[in-house]
Each structure stands twice: as structure tokens, then as C-alpha cells.
């Protein structure tokens, strides 16, 4: 299973940026699809997933901020974040579940100016 992210870059507080995340390869149905993320210094956290019938889960300092939503279809995630704030940079690493097995995209930097 291979994972292409995009979509990271520099915006200012208040923007807004969309990360993509296709996976390819020997994939027959993923469980989970969503997004880490690991600012300088710190642990990495989980910021987003959502599951294969739709139901996501969000941590809370994005809640009313992001949106993740996936293409079934075209085995993509994304992540739509709004209201973009300075503590949001971080490289954002996005994963999938296939048969209980976690693979990992590479880091995404978001870098977000006050």
C-alpha cells in the first residue's frame, strides 16, 4: 500500500488549506483513512479519521475547524482545514487502515504565520 499526501504549504492565520491523501497498491477495503500530525518538540497526535461507512472522528482543538472527508471511489482522504491557526503548524502525516495494518504517507508540512 503506497500513499501519496499533498496539499500542505504556508498560509496565514485565518486561511484555510486542503491536504489530499490517495492510496494505492494492494488495497481491498480500508478500514480507517485520516491524519497525525507532529509539530516541533512534540508528540505526534492524531487530529482526524474517518472510517470506511462515513462516521470521523476529530480531535478536539480542530472540531468546527477541519473536515475530513474520503472518495471511496478513488481511495482518497482529505482534510479541509479552516481557520487556520499558529499552534496548527506541523508536518500532518496521513495513514490508512487496511486489515489492521497501519500504513503511512509521508509528512505534509503546514506551516501557518501569525
Known amino acids: 500500500v503506497q500513499l501519496q499526501a499533498s496539499g500542505g504549504g504556508l498560509v496565514q492565520a485565518g486561511g484555510s488549506l486542503r491536504l489530499s491523501c490517495a492510496a494505492s497498491?494492494?488495497?481491498?477495503?480500508?478500514?480507517?483513512m485520516g491524519w497525525y500530525r507532529q509539530a516541533p518538540g512534540k508528540r505526534r497526535e492524531l487530529v482526524a479519521n474517518i472510517i470506511n461507512g462515513g462516521s470521523s472522528n476529530y480531535a478536539e482543538f480542530v472540531k468546527g475547524r477541519f473536515t475530513i472527508s474520503r472518495d471511496n471511489a478513488k481511495n482518497t482522504a482529505y482534510l479541509l482545514m479552516n481557520s487556520l491557526k499558529s499552534e496548527d503548524t506541523a508536518v500532518y502525516y496521513c495513514?490508512?487502515?487496511?486489515?489492521?495494518?497501519?500504513?503511512w504517507g509521508q509528512g505534509t508540512l503546514v506551516t501557518v504565520s501569525s
Open positions: 497498491g494492494s488495497i481491498f477495503e480500508i478500514t480507517y
Open positions: 495513514y490508512v487502515i487496511v486489515k489492521r495494518s497501519v500504513y
